[in-house]
């Protein structure tokens, strides 16, 4: 694929730029659609070209467990659209978050985190990684002081969901990105809940990001998959990433999962626009019905993390809300009575969905552990889709 002389990737706006990212060589065919290469192998013309690939030395695919074109293609696109130095396509957002983690941690080593997490991250850093010497020290991110008092010479990094799921707090990346650069370690951000597209973690501080491509990305929930975007200020991640990670751990993307979400990477722009402004008119509404506690949503003005969150990522607050009423039993009868709106988990699909955290995401934690998370029995998490909001409005009010 080749662009017309006046027409440079470096010079389009990034929703041209998700769209016209050049293949890594020229289809045989010339299809407009970067082909999917279901193989396991490639072939190669002489020994010395095989050896090349397979120690680096060219860009030439090897074994499809740790590069293939499709999935370079999305990774290029990617990469185009961050400015990253390396990304990473895994077969999963937890697949990147536990390789990214894997990949600075060791034994006597800990991470600085908040106990603000989605349930299985939470689980991966107190629980999984822990058997294996790497210890949490949980703290409120928010609270400057007590992330310095965390960090001592065996932290390896902060880590943080840039919009915690389903709490809803934002940090201070700039501040907490001066503070890990003080101490030489790197700032690792999950930046699920707001596109990638939307804001530059790279000029925020943040030196990896990790994103569930699941999301928003796969364009109505059609894949899994995760992304491990490293800007190359953390020295030697990229290559423990792709010489032992990739090698060793075996989450690679698969080659059909990278062209789904190659495909919904070129429409993200557009649905992103109908989600979050759904979001907005819906989380406005919801506000004028008596039966409903409380509507958490950044990006209304009045939320305490509204003014940092849009400092930092722009003017729309996602599509993620949730709403309070008075008990586990009233969350459990609503979501029952929804007809429109999915009892499903999964997040940003084109569908609006429902769920209980408690009892679900976080169902296998104690009340105790639960309180200290602050997941509470009587929220439900709203997905917005591109459903019309007022359709939405009715489904909702109709099953309070």
Do not use: W
């Amino acid at each position: 694929m080749y662009f017309k002389k006046d027409i440079r990737e470096k010079q389009m706006k990034k929703q041209t730029r998700a769209i016209h990212t050049a293949f890594q060589s020229v289809d045989a065919y010339h299809a407009l659609a970067m082909p999917v290469y279901h193989t396991a192998a490639y072939e190669f013309d002489t020994a010395n070209a095989m050896a090349d690939a397979f120690c680096g030395r060219t860009e030439m695919p090897d074994y499809s467990r740790v590069t293939n074109p499709t999935v370079t293609f999305l990774e290029n696109k990617v990469k185009a659209l961050t400015g990253a130095v390396h990304v990473i396509a895994m077969n999963s957002g937890m697949a990147a978050i536990a390789n990214t983690l894997l990949a600075v941690a060791g034994t006597g080593r800990n991470i600085v985190a908040s106990r603000h997490m989605f349930g299985n991250t939470y689980a991966l850093i107190a629980g999984t990684l822990l058997r294996f010497g790497v210890k949490p020290k949980l703290c409120d991110l928010t609270d400057l002081a007590a992330v310095g008092r965390a960090i001592d010479e065996n932290t390896c990094c902060i880590y943080l969901e840039i919009i915690t799921n389903p709490q809803q707090e934002v940090a201070d990346l700039r501040a907490l990105s001066q503070m890990a650069k003080v101490r030489g370690i790197p700032l690792i951000a999950d930046t699920t809940m707001i596109p990638f597209t939307e804001f530059s973690a790279k000029e925020l501080g943040v030196d990896i990001e990790v994103v569930s491509s699941t999301k928003y990305l796969s364009g109505g929930g059609t894949s899994i998959g995760g992304l491990v975007i490293d800007y190359g200020t953390c020295p030697g991640f990229g290559k423990r990433m792709k010489t032992e990670m990739l090698l060793n751990m075996g989450a690679y993307m698969t080659p059909h999962a990278a062209y789904m979400q190659t495909l919904g990477l070129e429409t993200l722009d557009a649905r992103y626009r109908v989600q979050s402004a759904n979001a907005l008119e819906l989380a406005k509404r919801l506000r004028t019905l008596p039966a409903i506690r409380r509507v958490t949503y950044i990006g209304l003005e009045d939320n305490p993390f509204h003014q940092l969150a849009k400092e930092q990522f722009g003017p729309t607050g996602g599509a993620m809300m949730t709403i309070d009423l008075e008990s586990r039993e009233e969350c459990f009868r609503f979501i029952n009575k929804l007809g429109l709106i999915r009892r499903a988990t999964n997040l940003f699909d084109n569908r609006s969905l429902a769920i209980h955290p408690a009892s679900t995401i976080f169902g296998n934690f104690t009340d105790r552990q639960r309180k200290q998370m602050d997941v509470s029995d009587t929220t439900i998490r709203l997905s917005i889709g591109l459903e019309h909001v007022d359709d939405l409005f009715e489904d909702i009010k109709n099953s309070l």
